[in-house]
């Protein structure tokens, strides 16, 4: 059992919500669709997306469901959207006012990956997504306030990183707010994790030396100056001979 300070309430949950991190793993059979799909950034990204070599079989957008987009189907919810598509994983492109319903949509709807790149999201609204989050052992999120995940090999890209500048041994930074743990992403499948830059590193529990320690310990690479980064980069792209 852990303890999770909510102010001067204390909330005691099980650990299974560490038992997703197998979540992240992406390949190229992950299915994923978008909420906010039929939207400006929904549309965009998702259409990066796809030119990228993701397998985007579908999106959620209510006033929209039945009809196609990008020439995927849109569906009404995200259990609906899973249950038609067998989708494992999806982006979140909807406005911090309903961003946290969109999250706990699809932790209801128990969708394996759950990436949610929206901004500004209210703390509060947040804390009510955590509270549901470590209460379940099927779907992990990324986020919110990400750039997402990305798997070269799979050409699968989840988020808006571009994907021109990412190549295999690299995976893609990530960041959320204060409420959902930095450090928790760090027990991720194993794999070389490169170039987490200050900004990306920002939230969580802990001080810049907690992160340092934490970082090295799930063995990234860190750049104690932003000006080594590039050569640091650059050395260890050669050793994986990716340059």
Do not use: W
Request: glycine residues 12%; contains cysteine.
């Amino acid at each position: 059992m852990y303890v999770l300070k909510l102010g001067s309430v204390s909330v005691r949950y099980s650990s299974e919500y560490a038992s997703t991190n197998t979540n992240l793993l992406l390949t190229k059979d992950t299915k994923v669709i978008i909420q906010g799909f039929t939207g400006k950034q929904g549309t965009f990204h998702a259409q990066q997306a796809i030119e990228y070599g993701t397998n985007i079989v579908g999106g959620v957008s209510p006033k929209k469901a039945g009809k196609e987009h990008l020439g995927k189907p849109v569906f009404g919810t995200v259990k609906e959207a899973m249950a038609a598509t067998g989708a494992t994983a999806t982006a979140i492109y909807v406005p911090q006012g309903g961003s946290a319903q969109a999250v706990l949509e699809a932790i209801e709807a128990e969708m394996p990956l759950i990436v949610c790149i929206t901004e500004g999201i209210p703390q509060h609204d947040m804390v009510r997504v955590k509270h549901a989050l470590l209460r379940q052992n099927k779907s992990r999120l990324l986020g919110p306030n990400c750039p997402g995940i990305i798997c070269p090999p799979a050409n699968c890209k989840i988020g808006i990183m571009p994907a021109s500048i990412h190549k295999p041994g690299c995976i893609g930074g990530r960041n959320a707010k204060p409420v959902v743990s930095f450090i928790a992403g760090l027990t991720a499948p194993p794999g070389r994790r490169m170039g987490h830059a200050g900004a990306i590193i920002s939230g969580g529990k802990g001080g810049a030396m907690d992160k340092i320690k934490a970082l090295e310990k799930a063995n990234v690479l860190v750049s104690r100056s932003p000006a080594k980064m590039g050569s640091i980069l650059f050395k260890e792209m050669k050793r994986l001979q990716i340059v």
